[in-house]
């Protein structure tokens, strides 16, 4: 309000629903996860201006495994959870190729954030790859499960020294194209 500006904030879980909302006007900016601005660029969608990396964790990504499995070799043929087009698919997708598997070699679960711990808890999935706060909270509600690897764990990180995916904050063209003072 300082700012002149009428400001609601609407909580949307999914990078990818972020940008949906963004592009179609429900929104007039959002921090999301760069997978979907990526996503949405590849497709020629010029309706947002990428504004700012606001976000760069490395180490507050990973995969979390039950009790028993003790490599990421081991999840051959098992069910891992991860939100499709987030930087925990990119994430996932290299941790699994330096352990010699491929995405075919597991079931990934596509899955919102929020629903993996009780869906780990519940055990309806071996494994999951997630951000905070549900990369900690799936560790702490399942007894002696753990963490095999995470985004550090990349080639990603080693060479750049970066999380897989950071965060960044578009906003669209023409609220900026009409308002660059807002």
Request: charged share 25%; hydrophobic share 45%; net charge negative.
């Amino acid at each position: 309000k300082d700012a002149g500006l009428d400001v609601e904030l609407k909580p949307i879980v999914k990078s990818s629903d972020r940008m949906l909302a963004l592009t179609q006007g429900g929104i007039q900016w959002t921090n999301t996860g760069v997978l979907s601005v990526i996503v949405e660029m590849a497709k020629g969608n010029d309706s947002f201006y990428w504004f700012a990396n606001v976000d760069d964790s490395p180490g507050a990504e990973g995969l979390v495994v039950q009790p028993g499995i003790n490599s990421i070799k081991d999840l051959k043929g098992k069910k891992i959870a991860v939100t499709l087009n987030s930087g925990a698919e990119i994430t996932l997708y290299y941790l699994l190729k330096e352990a010699g598997l491929a995405l075919g070699d597991v079931r990934v679960v596509p899955m919102a954030a929020n629903e993996m711990v009780a869906a780990f808890a519940n055990k309806n999935i071996d494994a999951y790859c997630v951000w905070e706060p549900a990369f900690s909270d799936g560790q702490k509600a399942v007894a002696g499960s753990k963490v095999l690897a995470t985004d550090k764990d990349t080639p990603i990180y080693r060479k750049f020294k970066t999380a897989s995916a950071p965060d960044v904050v578009v906003i669209r063209k023409d609220l900026v194209d009409k308002h660059p003072e807002t």
